[in-house]
């Protein structure tokens, strides 16, 4: 392990060099990237700095013992060797978990759908709670959010909502919000008081570029037509919706929500992005990653993930076991903690199959 640190700490310095050269500094793109690589490294240094420190004072603290003929130079050394053998293994812990190899797509800004599920109006009811609860956390985060489309429901709350998310580290956060949430309540509906369950799904995929995804603007077949349904003349009246057609994969993605051509052609297009990207994901995780099936990373939109019990104030995250008896706090945003143990979740089922 300690190879691998003065490696990276090799790679940080040469780096940390290439952000004063004046050509890359002169190349913004150039060093952005860089600048991206040289932060990323930054808490693996910190933690080897932090690591050869301690197997430093260890070795010293040895050697007095060893060599000392004063009992009180001698007793001093032995309580800091054992105070710095209880601080080696949490930190070789932590030192492991940062060595994990980074999901290049964590630090992307996200696409974030929720959709009503069974339940009627008070799914929609259900999927408008999951919207603000989510609106709270991104602003306590000091994270931004745009929403592209809406589609109310007849009782309030949404039938549909997307939006986008911009911020640091969205998507290697958000990503574990993927699937089915069940609320168990009585609904505002509900004149006998009883307990009814809905659901709504969660789905949390990555804000694509261009460069993320190899696609010819040759290949794309780009057609306009009339929006149909809610949103007055001018929608009927103009070729405003947009279809684009992937014509080597026949994928099609659609956008009649904005008021112009040129809105909508922008979020197909951005669509069409994420359905090919994850067309090839799941070719890829097909072949390299059958026989592992994360425990909170595979954004199964059709899987249960939580449940929200309004009667017993009770949040239960069903992939690991996590609950808690503040349902009110929780959909107010303060989901951290979580989210927390998901990613720890997923980083000891890493370090298991590494063998770690």
């Not at 992005?273 to 059958?290: F, G």
Request: charged share 30%; hydrophobic share 30%; aromatic share 6%.
């Amino acid at each position: 392990m300690l190879n691998k640190l003065i490696a990276i700490k090799e790679r940080y310095i040469r780096l940390e060099e290439q952000l004063s050269d004046p050509e890359v500094i002169q190349d913004m793109s150039r060093y952005k990237k860089i600048n991206k690589g040289y932060k990323d490294l930054q808490p693996l240094v910190e933690a080897h700095n932090k690591y050869k420190d301690l197997l430093d004072r260890q070795a010293e603290a040895k050697e007095i013992i060893a060599n000392e003929t004063d009992e009180e130079f001698i007793e001093m050394a032995e309580m800091e060797l054992d105070e710095i053998k209880e601080s080696i293994p949490p930190l070789e812990e932590e030192i492991k978990i940062l060595l994990i190899p980074k999901d290049p797509e964590d630090d992307k800004d996200v696409v974030m759908e929720i959709r009503s599920g069974t339940g009627g109006d008070e799914a929609c009811i259900f999927a408008g709670d999951l919207y603000r609860m989510y609106v709270r956390y991104f602003d306590n985060k000091k994270w931004k959010y745009e929403v592209v489309s809406e589609n109310e429901g007849t009782s309030g709350g949404y039938n549909k909502i997307e939006l986008e998310v911009f911020g640091q580290d969205v998507f290697g956060t958000l990503k574990f919000e993927s699937g089915a949430h069940r609320v168990q309540r009585v609904p505002k509906t509900e004149s006998q008081g009883r307990v009814h369950t809905s659901a709504a799904t969660v789905v949390v995929m990555p804000q694509l570029q261009m460069e993320d995804v190899n696609i010819k603007k040759s290949d794309l077949k780009i057609d306009t037509y009339r929006a149909s349904g809610a949103g007055g003349q001018h929608v009927n009246k103009t070729e405003s919706a947009v279809r684009i057609t992937h014509l080597p994969t026949n994928t099609v993605s659609e956008s009649q929500d904005g008021r112009s051509q040129t809105k909508n052609r922008e979020t197909a297009l951005k669509r069409l992005y994420i359905k090919i990207m994850e067309k090839q994901r799941a070719a890829h995780n097909n072949k390299v990653s059958s026989a592992r099936k994360s425990l909170v990373g595979t954004g199964d939109r059709s899987g249960k993930v939580r449940t929200y019990n309004y009667p017993q104030n009770r949040v239960t995250d069903h992939r690991i076991g996590y609950t808690t008896h503040n349902l009110t706090s929780f959909v107010d945003g303060d989901i951290q903690e979580c989210i927390d143990r998901l990613t720890m979740a997923e980083n000891a089922e890493k370090l298991k199959e590494a063998g770690n």
